[in-house]
Structures are given as C-alpha cells and as structure tokens.
C-alpha cells in the first residue's frame, strides 16, 4: 500500500526544486556577467548558489518521501 499523503508532500517538495533550478542559475549568471566585481554582483552570485543548493537539498528531500511513501510499510 501506498501512503499518499508522502506522495503528495514528495511531488509538492519536487516541483519547489525544479522551480528553484531554473531561478537560481539565472540570478548566478546575472550576477557574474557584469564585469564590474561590486557588492550587487556578488549578492547576485551568492543568492544563485544558494538557490541551486537548496534546490538539490530539497529535491533530495522530495525524492526520499515519494520513495518513502510507495514502500512504506503499513
């Protein structure tokens, strides 16, 4: 049996993941394609990988309920 309420909390957490990979290496790449190095650009960087980082971390997370929920034990 499958618990769907992990299912359905795995696929909510997928879907914020995918949508931060495609934000965060936007603002990455608006951020170091300024030639200039001041404190917007680096902002810019720094928000972008911390984006991408949170979209894997919670991807992961995703990922592990639906998996969880599908073989989970009743």
Not at 21 to 40: H, I, K, M, R, T
Not at 46 to 72: A, N, P, T, Y
């Amino acid at each position: 049996m499958s618990n769907k309420k992990k299912i359905k909390s795995g696929i909510k957490k997928t879907t914020i993941a995918i949508g931060c990979a495609f934000v965060g290496p936007v603002l990455f790449v608006l951020g170091s394609g300024q030639p200039e190095n001041d404190y917007q650009s680096l902002l810019w960087i720094f928000v972008g990988g911390l984006i991408m980082l949170c979209s894997i971390v919670i991807g992961i997370l995703g990922l592990r309920d639906i998996v969880g929920g599908f073989f989970e034990k009743n």
